[in-house]
């Protein structure tokens, strides 16, 4: 061996030993771990609708059957003012006509720690639907991004089908994760997103193309929207101070 290469042997050496294979085995840790990492779900024997705290009368147990024939349970929170004792009565007020919050929460807990937020929904004049995802509270099953995302339309079916509410009475609210969820539910309707998802993959260049503006426009005038909104609700911004 040549000595004056021996020392850059031994540094590519060190550099691999010391360097690479500590990366690499983060690398393969931290994706072992990944799924543990992402879901915190609390698991608890039941949840029932007192733990929301409540008036009686205010949040309801409701369920529905998943695709591969899981049940999750959640709660259905009424809106401030409105009381039932039972399913038919709750349906007699979701035909009222008061929007719905179909509520997808986050990566940890359960629906136990999000009562809170649907309470200041329900408060609002909204419904609330409230699910735990699969392997969270007293679900069954393990979470993952596809389970998921097929929990969150089997969400959606059970509000539109079998509660028979009209889609543009419901409102899907995220939270952290739940937002990634909610945006799965976006993309499974029959509109644009579909429309714009199947024509990058068939190449179809115009469609794209408009797809593109449109959604430019909307954008465009989501920001104007919310400028304007904004002046109203700050008055330093309608004087220029």
Excluded at 13 to 34: D, I, N
Excluded at 51 to 70: Q, S
Excluded at 106 to 114: L, S, T
Aim: glycine residues 10%; charged residues 25%; hydrophobic residues 45%.
């Amino acid at each position: 061996m040549n000595p004056r290469f021996g020392w850059k042997r031994r540094l590519g050496r060190g550099v691999l030993l010391f360097g690479v294979a500590p990366y690499l085995f983060l690398v393969g840790l931290f994706g072992a771990m990944q799924r543990s990492l992402i879901y915190i779900p609390s698991k608890e024997e039941s949840i029932r609708p007192e733990a929301a705290r409540l008036l009686p009368g205010r949040v309801h147990a409701i369920a529905l059957e998943t695709d591969d024939d899981l049940k999750l349970n959640g709660w259905h929170f009424l809106a401030e003012g409105r009381k039932a004792e039972n399913r038919a009565e709750c349906d007699r007020m979701l035909a009222e006509g008061r929007n719905l919050v179909l509520y997808f929460p986050g990566n940890a807990g359960n629906r136990r720690n999000r009562n809170l937020d649907c309470k200041d929904l329900a408060d609002l004049g909204l419904d609330v639907f409230l699910f735990d995802y699969r392997g969270y509270g007293d679900n069954p099953g393990s979470p993952s991004e596809e389970r998921l995302a097929a929990d969150a339309r089997s969400v959606w079916q059970y509000a539109t089908e079998t509660r028979d509410l009209a889609s543009e009475r419901i409102l899907l609210y995220g939270e952290s994760l739940g937002g990634a969820v909610a945006t799965e539910v976006v993309f499974a309707w029959p509109g644009m997103g579909r429309v714009a998802v199947e024509a990058i993959l068939t190449r179809d260049y115009p469609l794209i193309v408009a797809t593109t503006a449109m959604a430019a426009i909307l954008v465009v005038l989501g920001n104007l929207l919310a400028d304007i909104g904004y002046a109203f609700v700050d008055p330093r911004l309608r004087s220029g101070s």
